[in-house]
Structures are given as C-alpha cells and as structure tokens.
C-alpha cells in the first residue's frame, strides 16, 4: 500500500499541449483581425511574439500546466482527467471579433449557465433532496455516536464486518458534504472581496502590472487546484476520507494574497490611468524592437560562425589523416563498416550471460584501478569480445561519453604493431573532437604528426590530446592480435606506456583492455590494472569421455595378459598418466 500511494503521488508533470496551446493564445491577436485596434490599450496586456511578455507570462502558463496536469494524473476521480478536460472544454473559443465581447454578452453568458442550473435543480424531485438531508443526518449522529456505539458492538465477524462498512459510508457522506459547503463558501468569500478589473480598456500596462497580474493569476490557479482536490467527490476520494485522516487546509491563507495582490493591481492601474506615457511607451517599443533585431543578427553570425568553423576543423583533420593514411585506414567509417557484421556467437558465451557485467560494476565501484583487462579463451570458436567492445562503443557513444577505440582484430591478415594501435586512437579521439585542431595548431599540426615515428614520440601526442579534452574512455578489443614492436623506447611495450598514461590522468582516463589469452598480474605486475578472467572452456561430452576410457581399458587388457604385440611408449604413458598403471619404484617398468 505505501509503495503504491508513493509512486502516485510523485509522478511527474507532464506538457498538456491544448492547454499550453488555449493559454498561448488568451488574449487572441486582434492586430490580425482588425488592424485598426493594434494602438488600443487593451490589446498591450499581451503581444503574441513579444519577448519581455513571453518571459512575464511564462510563470502563469507553467502553473497552468502543472495544475492542469496534476488533476488529470489525480486518482481523486473515477473518470481520470475528468477535471481537466472541463477546464479544456470551458475555454473561450473565439467565435466573434475581440472588440464584439461586450459587458451584456458577458452578463447574458451568465444568465444562461445560471438557468441551466435551475433547470437542472428543479429536474430533481423533492423528496430525493429530503431523503440525501436525511441520511446526512443519520449519518451524522451516527459518527458521533461512534465511542459509544463501539463499547457495545459484539466482537464477532458477523458484526463488526457489517458495522465498519456502515461507518466508512457514514464518514465518507459526512465528508462529502463538508466538502461542498467549504467550496461554496470559499467561492461566494472570494467573489465578495476581489475587485472587478476593468483597467484594461483605458490603460497602457506597465511591467510592474503584467509581474502583478501573474501573481493573481498564480495565487487564483493555486487556490482553485486546492480546492478542486480538497472538493473532490468521487468515489475513491470518499473512501480515501473514510480510511485516512482527512487534510486540513487553511484556505483562509490562500485567499488573503489574492486579496492583497488585487489591490495591488487596482492601485497600480488607478496611478497608471493619472499619467499615460503614450510617447515614453512608444519610444521604448522602438528601441525594444531595434534591440531584439539587433540580437537576431547577432544570433544568426554566431551561428554562421560556429559551422564555419566546424567546417574548417574537420578539413584541418582530415589534412592530418591523411599524413598517416596508410597507416590508420578509413577512420570516418571503422565503426559503420564492423557493424555491418555478423556474429554468431553462443548464447552461453555472449556478454550477457558469462560473468562479465558484475566484473564491471566491481571495476567501476571498487577498483583504484583505472585499466581493466578482460581475458577470456576462445577454444578455437569465435570470440564473444569484439561483439562485447562494438556494444559497449556504442552505449558510450548514445551517452555522450568521449571515447576512442581500437579494434585490433584486422581483414586480410593485417597485424598492428604498438604504434599503429595508439596511431588509431589518436585520429579517433581527433575526428570526434576537430576543434583541438584549431584550438592547438601548434601541438596538432602536420609537422607533429609527421614526426609521431616512434612509440614515445605517438604516446606523447596521445598525452596532448587526452589532456585537453577531460573524461577519456579507451577501448581496445583483442590486444593480444598486435604484433610487440621491437623498437618500443627502452623496452616499454604499449601496456606499460597506457600505465604511465593513467597515472597522469587518473580521474580522467578509463582504460578497457580485451585479449583471447589468458593473463595474470604476475606476468605484468606493479601496474595500475584489473583483471577480469571469463572462462568459457567447454568440458568433454559423455560419449568422448566414455570412447576414451574404452579405449584405455582395451591397452590395459593387453599390459594384463601380456600379449605378443607390446604397448608403444605413448600408449604406456598414456596409461600412466590417467592412473591405470603405476610405474614400478625399483625398476621403472610398469
């Protein structure tokens, strides 16, 4: 019951377009309609396009949609979003010309809606009004009576079951009924006390008055969004008030602001009216109108310059790719052309379901370790890492992680050596990133990377790069398909030299490492690496256990009855071995 009520009670808010749409568009824009009412003062209250009033009343539209959302997320009603769509459905459709809404029309609007509440009341007999006051009533004194009643209520099933139904009806009825009348109430206080407004036929509103008149706006939506849930009568929210404690609202705290910030306004307007600045107000649209068209302009040549420059850093890139062409290959489309493949790999070894994410988690929450090295052997069957690596390539990429990566398993029998491994993590993380190449001319420029000939000067120009950009991830599939170059400076292969990178960088470079041979920390020890050991050797089947062992008790019958034909040396180790025959301590025969 607790989770259930959590998880409806914080669901989020969502956009409702029709209601964003009607509020948008309250006001109308006559100045389509009737260009001769564009210098009423009316029609200042809201400018469709207007920034400054796009801005004032963006509060005003949110709380609408925030309390139009909530009532219709509500579970206070049976018909879900009952309120909200007569919220909707009410809304003033404009039918006529702005300037045709007349105070009769409004009056005769009125009118009609009250005599089809008369109608609607006098359609009710008599007697069903007496009968709903009376059971009010019984159900009244029957809550009050409720301590004394309980003392002498039989403590069996078959009274206390029909008893408490009774009693959350009664307290359910009684509840409705406060409801109502605490509506009504607030309603008839709230008309009595505010104002009528009709400032805005005669004035030009100043800021000030459109922040004011969101105020109310606000304070009004907050008291009637309250108050509909509080006068909720559905039949959920009657069983809700007959099983929980009832909410208490203050809404005499509600109602005061509202008060207060309609006095507010009608002060602010009735200062207005005594001095309209007709030629200030219209000296201010100018420069406002010239300013807003000035930043367009200067929009537009921030964004004419943004592509610009992209443009010209990716040409610059593309001007350094090519200086290790041979070397590096098609780097725009290494990743397209590896996921066009296919992989068939056993459902027992894909990634999912050998062992491999909680290696992972531990890595990513408890390892200091900023390498992680996956090993796995692959028993002469395709290996499930390459498929792991693309995936993982792609879940960082749809994160936004800036990564690089390095898939050594090459076509056509192409081995990598060290430095065309790091060669292709660097023109990756490049032509991900071209702007380093306009930012840095100096460290990324031809000449640099013509002189990237050996490890140190390749890991060096990696460093740069890595230093530059911030959060790094690399990863390279299947380490163990490259070639060791023989010329690595002072004898650092490429596993010792991403360790020295890491420790430069240890908050923002994460290594992921993936060979199909199985590596220990104390072959490569005092570096900064985990390791994840993936076994997926398969066990020998029954039927080739059972060939096998029939085919050693056969040579064991032979040693037995030592026949003609000898065992060969291989047969008789091969006996040996599995613990058939035991060799003989004095002599060495079996």
Not at 525 to 550: M, N, V, W
């Amino acid at each position: 019951m607790a989770t259930a009520t959590m998880s409806s009670t914080k669901q989020p808010a969502r956009l409702d377009t029709k209601r964003a749409g009607w509020m948008n568009n309250w006001r109308g824009d006559p100045s389509l309609e009737d260009p001769s009412l564009q210098d009423f003062p009316w029609n200042k209250w809201y400018q469709a396009g207007n920034e400054n009033d796009s801005v004032i009343y963006e509060r005003a539209r949110r709380a609408c949609r925030e309390a139009n959302e909530d009532l219709k997320l509500g579970s206070f009603d049976i018909e879900q979003g009952h309120v909200s769509r007569k919220l909707i459905e009410n809304a003033p459709i404009r039918l006529v010309k702005p300037q045709e809404f007349t105070d009769q029309m409004v009056k005769d609007l009125i009118t009609k809606e009250l005599e089809k509440a008369e109608v609607v009341k006098s359609s009710k007999p008599e007697w069903k009004k007496k009968c709903a006051d009376l059971g009010y009533v019984i159900a009244g004194v029957a809550t009050k009576l409720k301590p004394t009643i309980d003392l002498l209520m039989p403590q069996s099933l078959e009274y206390t079951l029909p008893y408490g139904c009774l009693m959350l009806i009664f307290t359910g009825s009684i509840a409705r009924r406060d409801k109502k009348d605490a509506a009504f109430e607030i309603m008839r206080t709230l008309s009595d006390d505010v104002p009528a407004f009709e400032f805005y036929k005669e004035m030009f509103p100043t800021t000030e008055m459109k922040v004011t008149l969101v105020s109310f706006y606000i304070q009004t939506l907050d008291l009637l969004w309250r108050l509909a849930k509080y006068s909720s009568l559905g039949f959920l929210a009657q069983l809700g008030d007959a099983l929980f404690p009832r909410q208490k609202y203050t809404f005499v705290k509600y109602t005061a602001p509202i008060k207060a910030t309609a006095i507010k306004l009608k002060n602010l307007c009735d200062a207005e009216i005594k001095a309209l600045h007709v030629e200030i107000q219209t000296l201010l649209n100018v420069h406002a109108h010239e300013l807003q068209t000035l930043g367009l302009h200067i929009d537009r040549f921030e964004n004419n310059r943004k592509v610009s420059d992209h443009a010209m850093a990716r040409r610059h890139v593309s001007e350094l790719l090519d200086v290790w062409n041979d070397e590096v290959g098609d780097i725009e489309h290494e990743l397209q052309s590896w996921q066009k493949l296919h992989f068939s790999t056993a459902q027992r070894d894909h990634w999912t379901s050998n062992g491999i994410l909680p290696c992972l988690t531990k890595w990513r929450d408890l390892s200091s370790n900023s390498i992680l090295w996956i090993c796995s052997e692959d028993q002469g069957r395709q290996s499930w890492m390459t498929e792991f690596s693309l995936d993982l390539i792609r879940l960082c990429q749809t994160q936004g992680q800036i990564i690089g990566f390095a898939l050594c398993d090459r076509p056509n029998g192409v081995k990598w050596d060290s430095k065309m491994l790091l060669k292709h993590l660097i023109c990756q993380l490049l032509h991900l990133n071209p702007s380093l190449s306009l930012e840095e001319p100096e460290a990324f420029g031809i000449r640099a990377f013509r002189r990237a000939q050996t490890l140190k000067s390749t890991v060096r120009l990696l460093t740069l790069i890595i230093q530059r950009l911030g959060p790094v991830l690399l990863i390279i599939d299947r380490l163990d398909l490259c070639s060791r170059d023989a010329k690595a400076f002072r004898g650092k292969n490429v596993v010792q030299r991403l360790s020295e990178l890491v420790k430069m960088f240890p908050k923002s470079l994460k290594i992921i490492i993936t060979t199909s041979k199985i590596v220990t920390v104390e072959e490569i020890p005092g570096l900064p690496i985990s390791f994840a050991t993936i076994h997926t050797r398969r066990k020998l089947r029954r039927k080739y256990e059972d060939a096998e062992r029939a085919s050693d008790q056969r040579l064991l019958l032979r040693c037995q009855r030592n026949l003609s034909l000898p065992l060969s040396e291989a047969e008789t180790a091969r006996l040996r071995r599995r613990g058939w025959i035991r060799r003989s301590s004095s002599s060495g025969d079996d």
